[in-house]
């Protein structure tokens, strides 16, 4: 009768005792399963009720060692999800559902953990000689020991559990990258301290690809949000009709990203139903595509900036006008490459982004509810701006805007939240949109 209870997951598992088929967690609870494994590939289903939250140990010797594997799923909102390898690769979307059994299996083989959800890796990690770690995560590192299941919130159940140990030489085939250098890296000090780091600004153009992105993803412990273009006149995938957009949408709503969407060319929010545009998970534009005369002008184009008999101070005060129209009409989350001037202007970048022109665009982004973007490509806004922005009580994102495959890690963004005294609760997620509300006004005539 007790060995019925324990394999149903209604007992706890015993120091020494072996993993259990089903596991069923009631918060607040906690199930050591001792197996003091090394190398072991351990795989199940898992459900998780409507706000429920689990943790499970692996390596843990009773003094702080190992890793965690977390289980939450629900909206895009701050919390770590489904698969994190806690405190070192968080995540922030679960591809798992509430209510629904999912697959999960987490693998170890030497000092690297590879963790799978509904069959797709969202971590793949590997362990360096130097590993870098705060005083509180100090003992977070590879070694041996037993399993802990840990419920947090509600009722999470485990089902299907089977754990294979492995040989001591057992290798992951597709570890294939070099470990990140954590001594020099910012984004395990900004995962160690549970600091989301989100780019919501890659493209998948300039040979990047599905299968690459994801690669670096795992590989730098970064979160990714790939988005097409949307509209006209951008450059890479671009998506010109809600058909075009289901399409899209249907290759990417399985993939391990979180799912945007860039605005082009000021036509967009009338070229799609508000259906296709509420399919993402967030929009974002920026102003380097403007009007003027009713003609579009792309600011990033040499052939395409003109001062049009304006003086520089006049043309800043056209393109901040143009901003306001854009953040108070588009219905849009986040403002891209902000506060970006074309070449011939950006060396006078602090003269010309002048106090009143900062408050201008904080006025329209405190406004509309619009978060800002902090860009890693083009190292703006600067940090005037941004701790400006952060005290008027607007809220930000990372992104890059990448031109090909080969691009950063975030640098100038982590530099920024240090600089800034930036915290989790100033960062921006979907689950703070509120664009579903904001009507389509059409601003602009074009010829």
């Known amino acids: ?117 509904g069959g797709v890796t969202v971590v793949r990690y590997t362990e360096p000689e130097r590993p870098w770690r705060t005083a509180k995560h100090a003992r977070q590192l590879f070694g041996r020991g037993d399993f802990v299941f840990t419920g947090e919130a509600g009722r999470v159940a485990f089902a299907d559990l089977v754990l294979e140990p492995l040989p001591d030489s057992a290798r992951n085939p597709d570890d294939t990258l070099p470990p990140v250098d954590e001594q020099t890296d910012r984004a395990i000090r900004h995962q160690q301290a549970d600091f989301p780091v989100i780019d919501f600004h890659v493209h998948l153009k300039g040979g990047l690809t ?85 003609v579009p002008l792309r600011i990033y184009r040499p052939a395409e900036f003109k001062l049009n008999g304006r003086t520089r101070e006049q043309w800043m005060d056209f393109l901040v006008s143009q901003i306001e129209k854009i953040l108070a009409n588009e219905p849009v989350d986040i403002y891209a490459n902000a506060t970006y001037l074309p070449p011939p202007l950006a060396a006078d970048y602090d003269a010309l982004w002048t106090d009143a022109r900062i408050n201008r665009l904080l006025d329209a982004l405190v406004k509309n509810h619009v978060a800002l973007e902090i860009n890693a490509r083009y190292k703006i806004p600067s940090a005037k701006i941004i701790s400006r922005a952060k005290a008027r009580g607007v809220t930000f994102t990372f992104g890059t805007n990448n031109e090909n495959a080969d691009f950063g890690r975030l640098e100038y963004a982590l530099d920024m939240v240090d600089a800034c005294g930036l915290t989790a609760a100033d960062m921006w997620f979907p689950s703070r949109s509120v664009r579903a509300r904001r009507p389509f006004i059409p601003y602009n005539v074009f010829k």
Not at 100 to 114: L, P, S
Not at 272 to 286: H, I, K
């Open 210 to 294: 599905k299968e690459m992105a994801h690669a670096k993803s795992l590989a730098y412990g970064i979160n990714y949000g790939i988005a097409p273009n949307v509209g006209e006149g951008g450059v890479g995938r671009m998506l010109r009709s809600d058909a075009e957009a289901d399409a899209y949408y249907a290759e990417v709503k399985d993939l391990p990203f979180l799912r945007g969407a860039q605005g082009e060319g000021r036509k967009w929010p009338y070229e799609f139903s508000r259906r296709a545009l509420g399919m993402f998970d967030y929009l974002f534009t920026d102003a380097m595509t403007i009007v003027g005369d009713g």
């Open 1 to 117: 009768m007790k060995l019925g209870l324990l394999l149903a997951g209604l007992l706890p598992c015993a120091a020494g005792a072996a993993m259990p088929a089903n596991v069923t967690l009631d918060a607040p609870s906690s199930r050591p399963c001792g197996e003091n494994v090394r190398n072991f590939a351990l795989t199940g289903r898992f459900r998780a009720g409507h706000g429920a939250a689990a943790r499970l140990a692996f390596h843990a010797d009773g003094a702080g060692g190992g890793y965690e594997i977390l289980f939450r799923n629900g909206p895009i909102d701050g919390t770590r999800k489904t698969g994190s390898l806690s405190h070192v690769r968080n995540l922030y979307r679960s591809l798992a559902e509430d209510g629904r059994w999912c697959a999960f299996g987490v693998t170890v083989r030497g000092k690297n953990v590879e963790v799978k959800v």
